[in-house]
């Protein structure tokens, strides 16, 4: 099933002087349930404008987005379309409404006018998975960045969405919150079979997802599995992306003569290949 299509999707600012203000120009883009797929790309390329478009905070300026079938140009049809394609902001602190970490997960299902009977569970269920079940009392602001963000991903899970969108959603943790909050995304990819689209500037964070879309002023400049945009550093570099460093020592080692295939992408594959 098509969780969320693009057709040649195209976003204009409007308070722009250039009179250029396109964010987004002729995106394409066609994502299946079940699939984890990360958008990388430089500041300013328009990744955040394409993410609104998913659960129709934007509106194409050009082209069209479907989710689940439904046109986000369609009005009437927003409330189910924000339902089933939940966002994750980066700032943890923006997402907290409630005072402890309970009754904000609760805030969104309550909002949906889920009957109390039935939040109650889906409370539970969605702090059992993100891990957070023996902090249901506490108050969050006094949780940590990974922590916050973990409550804010089971907020949005309780609401029952087909598909998780977050937005650089470890920008502003240390790596120990970056990786609570990675792992637990995966988790609900492969356990739950939640669709999940994630935003990242971390080039190495890609190694988790299924396919890597890396954007360019406004555009899809590439599209492949993990394995196949690692090897394209070149390309990476003049983006203006990290190059990983696990994809420059592979290609070091094959300039010194030694035999190593290219598709290596982690620290413990390198290993494996030269220890073997
Ligand atoms: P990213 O998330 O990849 O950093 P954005 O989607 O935020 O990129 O921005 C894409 C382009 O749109 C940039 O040139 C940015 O300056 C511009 N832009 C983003 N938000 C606004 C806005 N509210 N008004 C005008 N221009 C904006
Ligand atoms: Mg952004």
Redesign the pocket.
Known sequence: MEIIRTTNLGYCYENDENGDAWALRGVDLSIQEGEFVMILGP?GSG??TLAKHFNALLLPSEGEVQVMGQSTANAADHWQIRQRAGMVF?NPDNQIVATTVEEDVAFGPENLGIPSAEIRGRVDEALQAVGMTAFSRHAPHLLSGGQKQRVAIAGVIAMRPRCLIL??PTAMLDPRGRREVLETVQRLNKEEGITVIY?THFMEEAVAADRVVIMEQGSIVLDAKPREIFQQTDKLRAIGLDVPPVAELVQDLQQAGIDIPSDVMTVDELVERLCS
């Open positions: 500041n990744k955040s980066q937005d650089e935003i």
